[in-house]
């Protein structure tokens, strides 16, 4: 019976994000340019993310409080979690369309021009790192969606949900993905400049 739950689940979940992503594919800009980004890109807050990470505060909560109470902790924990990488995953996205834009423009638009191969090879490093991302993105927030149903109520028999767990999923590690993502977003930001690098460093 659980079984068949779980898998109408994810059947429904993947449903959905397949006609998700349809719709946001009809719907968005096909070429995004660097100030295109910065005007679309939310913010996240690095220490927030790591924090709700945490096994170790984790782990303090659960010795003090009651079952119920450690639940609804980590029911609000869960949100919280699930808003960020929201964020994170359209960032990636965001940063996905800018660096295809970037590649397009120097094989096809203005091919010939300076620096071309520089740009060509950042861009396919954001390019991979922000898929990575968001492959992570995807596993952990219907993870997250399936613990809120099934392991954040007190008459659930199942166990508390651990966020920490969220860590690593699917042999994706997510502070070496995002950090992998930052670099790769970094570099081509100071292939524009300074300005552009802090600018944009500042918001993911």
């Keep these: 019976m659980l079984t068949n739950i779980l898998l109408i689940s994810f059947l429904l979940f993947v449903s959905g994000c397949s006609i998700l992503a349809a719709l946001q594919n009809l719907s968005r800009r096909p070429y995004l340019t660097i100030l295109d980004v910065q005007k679309l890109l939310r913010q996240v807050t690095s220490a927030d993310v790591v924090q709700l990470l945490d096994s170790r505060f984790e782990d303090a909560t659960c010795l003090v409080l009651s079952r119920d109470r450690f639940q609804e902790a980590q029911r609000l924990r869960l949100h919280e979690f699930r808003e960020y990488l929201s964020r994170m995953s359209h960032n990636a996205s965001v940063l996905l369309t800018w660096a295809n834009t970037e590649i397009w423009r120097e094989?096809?638009?203005?091919?010939?021009?300076p620096d071309r191969e520089r740009y060509i090879d950042l861009s396919r490093r954001l390019i991979s790192a922000a898929i990575e991302f968001r492959l992570y993105a995807l596993f952990a927030l219907?993870?997250?969606?399936?613990?809120?149903i099934f392991r954040t109520h007190p008459w659930m028999p199942f166990s508390s949900a651990r966020i920490a767990s969220l860590r690593e999923i699917g042999g994706i590690k997510f502070?070496?993905?995002?950090q992998?993502?930052?670099?790769?977003?970094?570099?081509?930001?100071?292939?524009?400049g300074e300005d552009f690098y802090e600018d944009m460093m500042s918001v993911i």
């Design 107 to 113: 094989t096809k638009f203005m091919p010939g021009m």
């Design 142 to 148: 219907f993870r997250i969606n399936i613990w809120m």
């Design 180 to 192: 992998h993502l930052r670099e790769a977003v970094g570099d081509l930001c100071l292939a524009y």
């Design 175 to 178: 502070y070496a993905s995002y």
